[in-house]
């Protein structure tokens, strides 16, 4: 991952890896075993990655080329783990999973060789060089390596069982929605079954998010009817302001890093503006997406919650406008989908006003 995020920066830095080796003063060789991964980054001395970093900037990277490829060590180092346990064991202590909560920009680059697609945070990386021949348009990861990554989440889900182990295992069974083999996906059919059915105390985040992610990842798996169930097990004031809490932290509201999910039952939501999250919903409120329930419930319970989003910018309005037109056209929606639109209706008549 993070050999792939170094040539999109030498690229669009308008770089060939022969003339970046020259500017670095080091071997053609060196800058390939970067990019190929058979010299890692992570392998490098603090300095000198933090001199690599910004040295890439001064030569035409973008300037956040060294935040980018910190996050990408950080997904290699949950994916190496995960290939070189395999189903083997692992000491929760030091796991890279339990290390603190994810946001989009590290789970996009762990899932990237799952789904293909290009996490959109590295869209800033223009390249300026032409491709020599056919070449890969993102990481790839072999059958069996994927594999061996996947057994080692199902590991660590079912045996992650103590109080103390809650973040690395949800974010475990988060990660196994990208595992598209149908024993997984039974097997978070049984987790929901567990997490989903039982009664979620006021507060109780740790409960809350359990079923949180066992419906997110079936969803995932192409299962979203459980994510019905748990949006509307999420309704109260608390269950709602975790939820908010989350989204500021997964979308980078909140700049500080969490190292648990205890920041979730922080009743001064106000912290954050919600001005990015939400422009990601609006943008998420797609009938063709997995996790469209969640979205639509985070957007209306976000709007009811700071109404001056919607009045102080024209632009957010029109965009979620059109965005509730074509969810309804696709008649794709639950009773309670159906309300939290006409709601949403509403508190856009309010803010044209």
């Known amino acids: 991952m993070t050999g792939y995020v170094l040539k999109l920066a030498r690229q669009s830095a ?3 890896q022969e003339r970046l080796a020259e500017r670095l003063a080091v ?9 190929s991964g058979r010299r890692p980054l992570s392998a490098m001395a603090a300095g000198e990655f933090v001199r690599l970093c910004a040295r890439l900037s ?3 990277a973008p300037s956040s080329t060294g935040r980018h490829l910190r996050v990408a060590i950080e997904a290699d180092l ?8 395999g189903a083997d064991r692992f000491d929760p202590e ?8 994810h946001r989009k920009s590290l789970t996009n680059l762990i899932t990237w060789p799952f789904t293909g697609h290009m996490p959109p945070e590295l869209e800033v990386f223009k390249p300026k060089v032409p491709r020599r021949g056919p070449v890969a348009f993102g990481p ?7 594999t061996r ?3 080692h989440l199902l590991t660590v889900a079912e045996r992650g069982t103590h109080a103390e182990d809650a973040l690395l295992r949800r974010q475990a069974v988060y990660l196994l929605g990208f595992d598209q083999r149908e024993q997984v996906a ?3 059919r049984g987790e929901w079954a567990k997490a989903g059915r039982l009664p979620i105390a006021d507060g109780d985040v740790t409960s809350l998010l359990e079923a949180r992610s066992a419906s997110v990842a079936l969803a995932s798996t192409g299962d979203g009817s459980h994510l019905h169930d748990f949006v509307k097990r999420a309704n109260g004031t608390r269950a709602e302001l975790a939820n908010l809490n989350y989204w500021a932290h997964w979308i980078g509201e909140l700049h500080d890093d969490q190292i648990d999910d205890s920041f979730m039952a922080d009743d001064d939501s106000m912290a954050w503006s919600g001005v990015r999250l939400l422009h990601h919903l609006v943008s998420r409120l797609d009938p063709a997406l997995p996790h469209l329930p969640l979205n639509l419930h985070t957007v209306h319970t976000l709007v009811a919650s700071r109404p001056a989003l919607l009045t102080t910018s024209p632009a957010v309005r029109r965009a979620l406008a059109r965005a509730l037109e074509v969810v309804t056209s696709a008649d794709t929606l639950t009773r309670d989908g159906r309300d939290q639109v006409a709601g949403l209706h509403y508190a856009l008549r309010l803010a044209d006003r």
């Open 14 to 16: 308008g770089l060939t």
């Open 78 to 85: 949950v994916l190496s783990t995960g290939i070189s346990a």
């Open 140 to 146: 790839t990861m072999g059958a069996n390596e994927r």
């Open 58 to 60: 001064r030569l035409g």
């Open 186 to 188: 039974e097997w978070l």
């Open 149 to 151: 990554f996947f057994d």
């Open 94 to 101: 030091v796991h890279p999973l339990a290390a603190s909560v």
């Open 27 to 35: 071997d053609a060789s060196t800058v390939q075993a970067w990019e």
